[in-house]
C-alpha cells in the first residue's frame, strides 16, 4: 500500500511506484513534485499527458510510452535529490 502523504513517500516507495492508469500517473506526478519542493530540488517538466490514444488497447499504446517516460522523468528526479 502507497503512503498517502506524498512528502513522507520514501524514495524507495517512490521508485517502486509504476503507474498503469492516468489517475495513478498524475498521483506519482504530485509525489514527486512534492518530495522535491522538500528538498528544495527543481525538476525538468514532468512528460505530458497523451492526447491521441484510440481507446482501442493497441500494442503499443501511446499511453504505454507515456508511462515509460514518467519512470524516466521519476528516476531522474530520485538522483537529483540523492546527490
Known amino acids: 500500500m502507497l503512503e498517502s502523504h506524498p512528502i513522507m513517500m520514501n524514495d524507495l516507495v517512490l521508485q517502486s511506484w509504476n503507474p498503469t492508469d492516468p489517475g495513478e500517473a498524475k498521483a506519482l506526478i504530485s509525489a514527486i513534485i512534492a518530495r522535491a519542493r522538500a ?19 493497441c500494442i503499443g499504446c501511446v499511453w504505454d510510452g507515456f508511462y515509460s517516460e514518467l519512470g524516466y522523468w521519476r528516476d531522474e528526479a530520485l538522483l537529483r535529490w540523492a546527490a
Do not use: I, K, Q
Open 39 to 57: 528538498a528544495g530540488v527543481e525538476l525538468s517538466d514532468p512528460p505530458a499527458e497523451p492526447d491521441n490514444c484510440c481507446g482501442n488497447g
